[in-house]
């Protein structure tokens, strides 16, 4: 999957690799923190901001194979952090194995969920499951708006994105105490920045509870990536050129130490490995050499070349994407 570059939407913009040259920098591989693990494309969901074009029509599921395989490669990686996501993680059928197997094998188990796909899935034993191994759940809710909402994310989503809340609510998730963490992230509605953190954060505590007395641990603000159906969207409109210039003009040489790629490594649902799920939608494989987890000799990354594009101001403008 190729992206357009800067230079060829009339900008004479830098690519990210130039602009990190022209700051006398690198962006190298630290210690491996965290195993990301997209489990597939197919989702319940076509938002407008997703990376990857995730919907319902997607074949992309990792299979029970490579189930095991990522299970084999994190009691190698012993990765303090395993991050599972997607699509819709929800609708891979092995979600429940993997959780269950890797429970044992790492510090904090952590699950991305659109909350619809939750709500739809209405599994009792996947819930159960979440509660008895404390997996964190990290939930996208863009907007308080049902509108606004349902405009980026489809029809009756936000109403189903706040019974799930309530759900996670009524289990304990985001309630002091517990341990049962629940996290949200909001990412724009359009082509602009993202608000402050922790302003955003206080509004949504104060909204939530107040229309609808849901909790929850932390929000997260993040700038939306050109790539997949949000670059589609972006040229769609004329906002391509604009929404990239934008992201340029923020970039932060400050954010490259805390950069999530030079922490986390990616595998995508076929088993090969990424610098980040950016890279995976991007078609940037880890280090630019395209390598599957079964052929892995041993498993050290530190110091090595992080591959990256233009989308990588994304990440990098403002307070950074860590």
Not at 180 to 194: C, E, I, Y
Not at 262 to 281: E, K, M, P, T, V
Request: hydrophobic residues 40%; contains cysteine.
């Amino acid at each position: 999957m190729e992206t357009q570059t800067l230079q060829e939407t009339g900008y004479s913009l830098p690519d990210f690799d130039q602009t990190l040259k022209n700051h006398g920098l690198s962006l190298k591989r630290g210690e491996t923190v965290t195993c990301q693990v997209n489990l597939g494309l197919l989702c319940n969901q076509v938002c407008k901001h997703c990376h990857l074009s995730a919907g319902p029509g997607r074949k992309e599921l990792m299979d029970l194979n490579t189930i095991f395989q990522v299970i084999e490669f994190q009691k190698r990686a012993g990765c303090e952090v395993v991050d599972i996501t997607g699509g819709a993680p929800e609708m891979n059928p092995h979600l429940q194995v993997l959780i269950d197997e890797m429970a044992g094998l790492t510090t904090s188990l952590m699950l991305r969920s659109n909350l619809s796909a939750l709500y739809d899935a209405n599994d009792p034993v996947l819930l159960d499951l979440l509660v008895k191994h404390r997996v964190t759940i990290v939930s996208s809710l863009p907007s308080l708006n049902l509108s606004q909402t349902d405009a980026q994310r489809g029809e009756g989503v936000f109403d189903k994105s706040i019974k799930a809340l309530k759900l996670l609510n009524a289990l304990g998730y985001g309630k002091k105490g517990t341990g049962l963490v629940l996290d949200l992230v909001s990412n724009p509605a359009g082509a602009f920045m993202p608000p402050a953190q922790a302003t955003a954060e206080k509004r949504f505590r104060k909204v939530l509870k107040e229309n609808w007395g849901i909790v929850f641990n932390q929000l997260f603000t993040f700038a939306n990536m050109p790539l997949g159906r949000f670059e589609t969207w972006l040229k769609k409109k004329g906002n391509y050129d604009t929404y990239l210039k934008s992201l340029w003009k923020g970039f932060n040489p400050c954010t490259l130490e805390g950069l999530m790629c030079r922490h986390l490594i990616s595998i995508s649902w076929d088993g090969y490995l990424y610098d980040c799920d950016f890279n995976l939608a991007a078609g940037l494989a880890k280090g630019n050499l395209r390598t599957h987890i079964s052929d892995l000799e041993k498993i050290d990354f530190k110091h090595q070349e992080v591959a990256v594009g233009n989308h990588c101001y994304a990440c990098t403008a403002g307070t950074g994407f860590t």
